[in-house]
C-alpha cells in the first residue's frame, strides 16, 4: 500500500518562504505548520490545505504527492 508524503518543504524553499512567515500567513501555529512541513501528520484539513495553496499560490498536487 503507498503513501501520501507532503512536499511542503520544496514548496517554501522554492518561494523562499519561512516556516514563521508562513504560519502567521495560513493562521496556524509554528508547531502545527512544522508538523506539516516535516511529514509528521496522519491528517491535514481541506480548510489547512487551501488556505497554504492561497498563500504559496500553489495546488494541492504540489504540496501532496503519493509514492508507492
Do not use: W
Not at 5 to 32: C, F, H, P, W, Y
Not at 55 to 67: F, K, N, V
Amino acid at each position: 500500500m503507498g503513501r501520501i508524503i507532503l512536499r511542503l518543504d520544496r514548496i517554501m524553499l522554492e518561494q523562499k518562504i519561512s516556516l514563521n512567515q508562513l504560519a502567521e500567513q495560513v493562521g496556524i501555529t509554528n508547531a502545527n505548520l512544522s508538523k506539516i512541513k516535516n511529514n509528521r501528520v496522519n491528517a491535514v484539513r481541506f480548510s489547512t490545505l487551501a488556505a497554504l495553496c492561497e498563500t504559496l499560490h500553489c495546488q494541492p498536487g504540489d504540496i501532496l504527492e503519493y509514492e508507492e
